[in-house]
C-alpha cells in the first residue's frame, strides 16, 4: 500500500498589509456535536427561567437569586458559542509587516491581533509543547491548545501554530521569512 504525503493545512495569502499564513484549527469533532445539543437544552431552561421572573411567579430572594443566574449562564453560554465557533471556522494569521510578527486568532474575520516588535522576538523555533498528562482524559476541550511554534518574547515564551504538526510548522517558518533569517529593525 502506497502512502500519499499530507496535504498542508495552512495557506498564504496576500493580506492588506503584506503576505500572511492562514493556519486553521484543527476540528475537535466531539465538541462539534455535542455543544449544539447542550445550547438547546440550556437555552431552553434559560428561557423557562426568565418566563418565572417575567410572569411574577419568582418573587423576592427567589427571583433575586434567578435573576443572577440568568445573568451568569448568558455569559456562560456566550463563551461556549465562542467556544464552539472558534472549533467550527476559526483560525490563526501570522504576519511579517515591518518591524513586527503579527498573530491574529479569527472567527469569521472577527478577532484580536497582537503585534510582536521584532527587535524583541528571539529564538524563533519549532517546539513541540510539553505533554500535559490530563489532555487525554476529555475529548471535549474549551481551552487552547498550546502552538507548536514558538518564540521568545521578553521574559515570556509565546506560542502559535495551534494544530499544526512539526513538519508544516517548519513550512510556515519557511514562508514567514524565518530561514533567511527574518530582518529586525535597526536597535
Known sequence: MRVRPMARRSTRRDGRMGPEVVIPVRRNWPLLVVVPLWLGLWTLSMTGLAGEIRSGRARGGEAGFFEVWLIAAVLWSSTVVYAWLWNAIGH????????????????????????????????????????????????????????????????????????????????????????EGIQRPAA
Open 92 to 179: 490563526e494569521v501570522v504576519a511579517l509587516r515591518p518591524g513586527a510578527l503579527v498573530l491574529r486568532r479569527e472567527v469569521a474575520g472577527v478577532g484580536l491581533s497582537r503585534e510582536y516588535s521584532l527587535a524583541e522576538v528571539r529564538h524563533l523555533r519549532v517546539s513541540v509543547p510539553p505533554p500535559d498528562a490530563g489532555r487525554w482524559s476529555s475529548p471535549i476541550r474549551f481551552g487552547r491548545e498550546p502552538g507548536v511554534i514558538a518564540f521568545e518574547y521578553g521574559a515570556r515564551t509565546v506560542r502559535f501554530g495551534e494544530g499544526l504538526d512539526e513538519a508544516e510548522a517548519s513550512l510556515v517558518l519557511e514562508e514567514i521569512g524565518w530561514r
